[in-house]
């Protein structure tokens, strides 16, 4: 079992950053790939962020590239989603997932562990 316990969110006006952390309770590198996904009031989660374990493959969603940047420490068992340019439609619950298959997905459905969300909120 792996518990994740995301930090970091909370309320910032357009233009701004945060930076998210998502810190696991066991060892990242027993946990493959790392994503970060968003769920906004009334919305579907959708995927935001994902990366390898070793950190050499990434993926982004279109709404967010050139914005925010995935990283991965394991050495402290932590993923970070840098946030910048930050706009009011990227207010949401931001949740950090990890999946037990060494291969980078962005399907929801496809991670195994879930943290319990961090709120974001970007004020215009």
């Known amino acids: 079992q792996v518990q994740l316990v995301e930090s970091g969110g909370g309320l910032v006006q357009a233009g701004g950053s945060l930076r998210l952390s998502c810190a696991a309770s066991r060892r990242t590198s027993s946990t493959y790939p790392m994503g970060w996904f968003r769920q906004a009031p009334g919305k579907e989660r959708e995927f935001v962020a994902a990366i390898s374990w070793g950190g050499g493959t990434l993926h982004y969603a279109d709404s967010v590239k050139g914005r925010f940047t995935i990283s991965r420490d394991n050495a402290k068992n932590t993923v970070y989603l840098q946030m910048n340019s930050l706009k009011p439609e990227d207010t949401a619950v931001y949740y950090c997932?990890?999946?037990?298959?060494?291969?980078?997905?962005?399907?929801?459905?496809?991670?195994?562990?879930w943290g319990q969300g961090t709120q974001v909120t970007v004020s215009s």
């Open positions: 997932a990890s999946r037990m298959v060494n291969v980078v997905v962005v399907a929801a459905s496809e991670y195994d562990y």
